[in-house]
């Protein structure tokens, strides 16, 4: 079922420029970000929703009294790592709302305007090839159906093909 158009805005050049420009700063302050392959993604432990309740109370703990915990234990370097927790958690909690309206948004306007493309392909094809002008695209635009074949299509083709 075809939509509607379901966005209808601008976003000039320059200030897509800038908001990349600024990401990159954002990045920059950051430079010890990681990015993981799936199979190590998935192997890790996941701090998940009451991850940060239980870190924190083990800093507490040993920062009550360190003789419980195992020999070279390094509080410093886990105050390090729950103070870099606490301060990407409220990155994240910025960044993903904002990422996912992108990505959202990305979808809805990429919808919008394959849609409007479809109807053009279609309205070319009707054409037979009258327009000079536009047979260019249209050899483009075919190369994305060119591996779709109806399934009458494809029968009327093995019928043709001989064995």
Do not use: C, W
Not at 39 to 65: C, H, K, Q, Y
């Amino acid at each position: 079922m075809k939509q509607g158009n379901r966005i209808s805005e601008t976003l000039s050049m320059a200030d897509a420029q800038k908001i990349v420009d600024l990401l990159h700063q954002v990045e920059a302050l950051m430079p010890f970000l990681l990015t993981l392959q799936p199979e190590e993604s998935r192997s890790l432990r996941n701090i998940g929703f009451d991850g940060l309740p239980f870190v924190m109370a083990a800093l507490d703990a040993t920062r009550a009294s360190i003789d419980f915990t195992r020999r070279g234990f390094d509080l410093a370097e886990f105050e390090k790592d729950v103070a870099l927790v606490e301060v990407l958690r409220r990155i994240q909690a910025v960044l993903a709302p904002l990422s996912q309206k992108v990505t959202d948004t990305f979808r809805v306007v990429g919808a919008d305007a394959m849609i409007t493309a479809d109807d053009v392909y279609e309205d070319m094809n009707k054409d037979n090839g009258e327009t000079a002008a536009v047979q260019a695209s249209r050899q483009i635009m075919k190369k994305r159906y060119a591996h779709r074949i109806s399934p009458e299509k494809a029968a009327k083709a093995a019928k043709a093909t001989p064995a």
